[in-house]
């Protein structure tokens, strides 16, 4: 691909994610707090399979930045500790498994993505609050991480195809 027709793409791909967790931000779903369904990851899953690791890490950390100007450094520093933790969790378990499109791999990677998003922000989140009870809310984000990360996994087994990406 040209470096011109990439970077065109990237930017794309940087302004659905972002629009993505914008709007998912936007409307109201009475879950526990922290809990969303992280339909951005959709994106960086995409980029992830088609363009690969580096690619995907900086979508996650330009979206973080995108995080910054719209909410502020707090919102930004948990967004890019989730982030960034997650984006290389799927990476490993992209590059240990070499997922294919009809296995349960896109599930496992997506379901630790968000166990891991999830744990990234408690990190950021104890470092905020100075007290390592922050973690007391693991399990609420460890079972939302996986709900949220099958529901994911499922959108983008669905829009796959649609790519024309064969992932082995």
Do not use: D, W
Not at 21 to 37: H, R, W, Y
Not at 40 to 46: A, Q, Y
Not at 77 to 86: A, D, K, N, R
Request: a positive charge; charged letters at 10%; glycine letters at 10%.
């Amino acid at each position: 691909m040209k470096k011109s027709r990439y970077i065109a793409v990237m930017g794309l791909m940087l302004a659905l994610a972002s629009a993505l967790q914008f709007l998912e931000s936007m409307i109201p779903i009475p879950l526990p707090l922290g809990v969303k369904a992280g339909i951005s990851s959709i994106v960086v899953m995409v980029v992830l399979m088609k363009f690969g690791f580096a690619s995907a890490m900086t979508i996650a950390v330009l979206k973080s930045g995108f995080v910054f100007i719209t909410r502020g450094a707090s919102a930004f520093f948990m967004s890019v500790s989730g982030g960034v933790l997650s984006v290389a969790v799927m990476g490993a378990v992209l590059a240990v498994s070499r997922v294919s499109k009809n296995s349960t791999g896109i599930l496992l990677m997506s379901a630790l993505g968000g166990i891991f998003h999830n744990l990234g922000q408690l990190a950021a989140a104890s470092v905020f609050t100075g007290s390592i009870l922050t973690f007391s809310y693991l399990p609420v984000l460890v079972i939302s991480g996986i709900v949220s990360g099958i529901f994911t996994g499922t959108v983008f087994k669905l829009i796959l195809p649609r790519l024309g990406e064969r992932c082995e």
